[in-house]
């Protein structure tokens, strides 16, 4: 069953001192809720950090909050997150608090013992609420485009092609791009591209439940190519991983900016870099002639095919397709059982001249080889992904599931 949240984990967030309650709204949720995560946190003076840190799209409030004020913490958790929908737990005869909750800042309430259909229908009611809320003029819709190149392994010119493709698409399509550093093991973008690393994605994460155009747009660099570079902090100065949840609040803002949203991932291939992939309307694979890099190159496309990926959307691309001594196109697609959507050719000197000089290819060289490549597979990309309908299968999914729960049951006290 899809989540009822398109393109992403339900998450859910329950404030109780009483450990029974995470168990009634575990099974509540269980079965008919789709895609979920429930977390939990006892202690409601953790609840806005706890919060903050999972950016969850409901947190269910508990009238149990030991010596805690129900109200405060609504009204502190309503203004801190103002994009997630808070809901008042309450018992059946303590309407008097479910009201106060509403006025507090709650969207509404469920009252216990928790009645699944009747709670299903006010996570329906509120999602509706919160997908279809007005937005901002300054927001705007989240329309681009998410491009994201990884590779099997370091050393296929990845961040070459990610860098000039970048800069392709926004000159051919005439819609501004972003890049974006999300190799946060060896970030490169800053070098490659001789930029002053003065702020990076980094500086967001404090401020990413309430970021605003702004926010976003003051740590952004500006290249000589007109396009804005998100760069990734020096990987000693992250102490904590970039969690999943703020890699998807940062795209749908970045989304909502720029025509395109181009990532340079890099290994490993964990839940952070999966946020990336999941987002992606294209992943980009880049990869040798060699086979070291092909066997795993199949093990990276049997990870995308367990996550459920459809195949289209991955575009193999074999770069330094000529190079001396390499496997096949043939081979390669027997052995991987994939089509080369396309080949990049050989030059590794004038590909090493542009990383050392901070001058991409597409700028330096225009008539290059490399260059009429680049701009051949970025029409293409554009051509691909602009002919894709608005409206994806995962939102028509979504918004079926909701159809579907709408006549399940009485509405809740919503408000």
Excluded at 104 to 113: D, I, L
Excluded at 223 to 234: D, E, F, N, T
Aim: proline share 6%.
């Amino acid at each position: 069953m899809a989540s009822l949240i398109t393109g992403e984990t339900l998450r859910v967030l329950l404030v109780s001192a009483r450990e029974e309650a995470r168990d009634e709204v575990g099974q509540a949720l269980a079965g008919r809720a789709g895609d979920h995560r429930l977390y939990w946190v006892s202690q409601p003076d953790l609840a806005a950090t706890r919060a903050e840190d999972l950016l969850p799209h409901v947190i269910l409030v508990d009238e149990a909050l030991g010596n805690a004020n129900p109200g405060a913490l609504i009204g502190q958790l309503a203004g801190r997150l103002p994009r997630s929908a808070v809901l008042a737990l309450v018992s059946a005869g303590n309407l008097d608090l479910a009201q106060r909750a509403v006025l507090a800042g709650a969207r509404g309430f469920v009252t216990r013992p928790l009645q699944q259909d009747d709670f299903l229908t006010a996570l329906r009611q509120v999602l509706a609420q919160r997908k279809g809320a007005p937005v901002q003029a300054e927001e705007g819709p989240a329309s681009g485009k998410i491009v994201a190149f990884c590779a099997p392994k370091g050393g296929t010119g990845r961040t070459t092609l990610t860098i000039n493709t970048t800069i392709t698409l926004q000159r051919i399509t005439g819609q501004p791009a972003v890049l974006v550093d999300a190799d946060f093991s060896a970030p490169a973008l800053d070098v490659a591209l001789n930029l002053p690393a003065a702020r990076n994605i980094g500086d967001l994460l404090p401020k990413v439940a309430r970021l605003d155009q702004d926010a976003v747009a003051s740590v952004l660099a500006k290249h000589a190519s007109g396009v804005r570079v998100l760069l990734a902090p020096p990987s000693a100065d992250l102490a904590n991983p970039i969690r999943p949840q703020q890699v998807q609040q940062v795209l749908v803002w970045l989304k909502r900016m720029f025509g395109w949203v181009v990532v340079d991932l890099g290994l490993p291939m964990d839940e952070t870099a999966f946020a990336f992939l999941d987002g992606a309307d294209r992943i980009v694979m880049t990869v040798l002639p060699e086979m070291v890099g092909l066997r795993n190159t199949r093990l990276m496309l049997d990870q995308f095919r367990q996550r459920g990926y459809p195949e289209e959307k991955t575009w193999l691309v074999l770069n330094r397709a000529a190079m001396k001594a390499g496997v096949s196109v043939a081979d390669i697609e027997e052995r991987l059982r994939v089509k080369v959507r396309y080949r990049i050719p050989d030059d590794q000197p004038l590909a090493t001249h542009s990383i050392n000089r901070g001058v991409p290819i597409v700028m330096s060289h225009p008539k290059s080889a490399v260059a009429r490549a680049v701009n051949g597979f970025a029409r293409d990309l554009a051509g691909g992904l602009r002919t894709q309908a608005p409206d994806t299968q995962e939102a028509k999914a979504a918004g079926g599931l909701l159809g579907r729960l709408r006549g399940r049951a009485r509405p809740a006290g919503v408000s």
